[in-house]
């Protein structure tokens, strides 16, 4: 993606606790020569290859797996984000845009099709995102249930080789503007509002963002 230098995060353990904190992202990548993409939720596995790696499983009757293998495929995150009225800035000359957050992963495809190995992806993908319920859910592992469910999915690993981060927060903006920013959003306080005016007030300088 494009990301000017004053938006780009390149701190590995940032990039990488945003995907885990907003797991659920977009696979992108050719089937028969058109994009294609599938929302579906990511594993990240840290410590494979000098950026990670993730993780994840679709539908078998979904035709993107057929062409993922060999193939350089895109993973997308999105974090919150919000709708800038330049009427914030009490400035002349000034226009409106979009704070946002996210990040992109590229990287080689291989599929997985043996049971073993798709029982443990869906096995630590219930486990990760049933983690922050009051009782975590866990898989039954036995039975001829889970051996159809097996059946529908092929599961997929992405050697993550580039890794794009954008913390887009207004930072193209003087200090004081980004501060009345700030307070239009906690004012508004509708949507990602109250998270894109905490993240614009990590770039403002320490004087300012009291």
Not at 27 to 46: K, N, W, Y
Not at 57 to 82: D, E, K, M, T, Y
Request: a negative charge.
């Amino acid at each position: 993606m494009y990301v000017p230098s004053r938006y780009a995060v390149t701190d590995l353990d940032v990039l990488h606790e945003f995907i885990e904190r907003n797991g659920f992202g977009l696979l992108v990548s050719q089937v028969e020569d058109a994009p294609f993409a599938t929302h579906i939720p990511f594993l990240l596995d840290r410590d494979h290859g000098p950026n990670g790696r993730l993780v994840g499983h679709v539908a078998r009757a979904n035709p993107q797996w057929r062409h993922l293998a060999g193939q350089r495929a895109l993973a997308v995150f999105s974090g919150p984000h919000a709708y800038i009225s330049p009427t914030w800035y009490e400035a002349e000359n000034t226009v409106p845009t979009w704070d946002y957050v996210a990040v992109h992963a590229t990287g080689m495809v291989e599929t997985i099709e043996d049971k073993e190995t798709l029982l443990d992806i869906v096995r630590r993908t219930t486990d990760a995102y049933e983690s922050t319920m009051p009782a975590p859910w866990k898989l039954n592992a036995e039975g001829a249930f889970v051996d159809r469910l097996l059946d529908q999915i092929v599961g997929f690993r992405l050697r993550i080789d580039k890794l794009e981060g954008q913390w887009k927060m207004n930072q193209n903006h003087p200090a004081e503007r980004r501060a009345k920013v700030i307070r239009a959003l906690e004012t508004r306080g509708t949507g990602d509002d109250a998270a894109v005016a905490r993240l614009i007030r990590a770039t403002l300088p320490e004087e300012a963002a009291t």
